[in-house]
């Protein structure tokens, strides 16, 4: 196991704008970092320059006490787990999981132990003589963990490995990930674009957005305490509801309407945000509730998501299931769950 520091790392492909800008991190031994943003945000290339598949233009990746920028992977000691499995087709399990060790002409006793290790914790000694078509797409992502596990490595890294699995499937495997993880205590930097899939699994999350770090804390922290538009409007789901307001008299107006959101002093235009979860039903000209112009509702079950128009912009509530519905709908918010942001900036105001 080791620490992992990225210290002011960048990554410009020629004649295109930075994929990566001035990321600076450090992972602790043991610590399961997630890199979270859209498509296109730089988290997968920020992981290929650690394990040496992207080289680095600029700044320095430190693995334990090595800096390892001029290192080819197989000498960073790390091990990889791709979204597309990366099993040879030909080979079996059994074989899957040695080749690596072979390769590194480990004696054979030690590639069985580990082999048995691995296929034991993963549960997948009953398919060890199978060949990688007569395994499920789970079975298949357990092979590939296992991979990476017999290598028993300085840090594993995930890039976006459930992405091919369906939703179900999903849920179980992350589970199963985090779990072994544990386990293991391995260090670990994950790659997703699932916001939930980040939530579940992180000791630590990094927002990336447009090759830039937004935010870096830990789930719960980065959830109630977003520090920026983008974050506020990435984490969550439903996203965020984030209106166009403004301060005036150390209040938040709105659509005209003076709300029970206390604001820092000054005046001028503020993005706030407020989470579904955090409005409630309020009595029909409560001071300070909103006025929400029902579109359509989203029936989960236990609750229902209200999608609507305040002050002619988008807003969704959740309520639950056994609410009645009107077209309109007042609806209370809580002052302390409410968020202010620079309209300019973006950057959180309280």
Known sequence: MATIALQDLGKTYAGGAPAVSGVSLDIADGEFVVLVGPSGCGKSTLLRMIAGLETITTGQVRIGSRVVN???????????????????????????????????????????????????????????????????????????????????????????????????????????IRQLQR??????????????????????????????VEQIGAPLEVYRQPATVFVAGFIGAPAMNLLNAAREGGAVVLGGQALAVAAPPGAGPVVLGLRAEDLHP?????????????????EL??????????????????????????????????????????????????
């Open 70 to 176: 001029d290192l080819e992977p197989a000498e960073r000691d790390i091990a990889m787990v791709f979204q597309n499995y990366a099993l040879y087709p030909h080979m079996t399990v059994r074989q899957n999981l040695a080749y690596g060790l072979k390769n590194r002409r480990m004696a054979g006793a030690e590639i069985d132990r580990r082999v048995a290790e691995a296929a034991a914790i993963l549960e997948i000694a009953p398919y060890l003589d199978r060949k990688p078509r007569q395994l499920s797409g789970g079975q298949r992502q357990r092979v590939a963990m296992g991979r990476a596990i017999v290598r028993e490595p300085a840090a594993f890294l995930f890039d976006e490995p459930l992405s091919n699995l369906d939703a179900k499937l999903r849920v179980t495997m992350r589970g199963e």
């Open 183 to 212: 386990r293991l205590g391995t260090t670990s930097v994950y790659v997703t674009h699932d916001q939930v899939e980040a939530m579940t699994l992180a000791d630590r999350l990094v927002v990336l957005n447009k090759g830039r």
């Open 282 to 298: 309020a009595s029909p000209g409560t001071p300070g509730a909103l006025d929400l112009a029902v579109t359509h509702v989203e």
């Open 301 to 350: 079950g236990a609750q229902r998501l209200v999608h609507g128009h305040v002050a002619g912009q988008p807003l969704v509530a959740a309520v639950t299931a056994d609410l009645a519905l009107a077209d309109r709908l007042a609806l209370g918010l809580n002052p302390r769950a409410a968020h202010l942001f620079d309209a300019t900036s973006g950057r959180r105001l309280a």
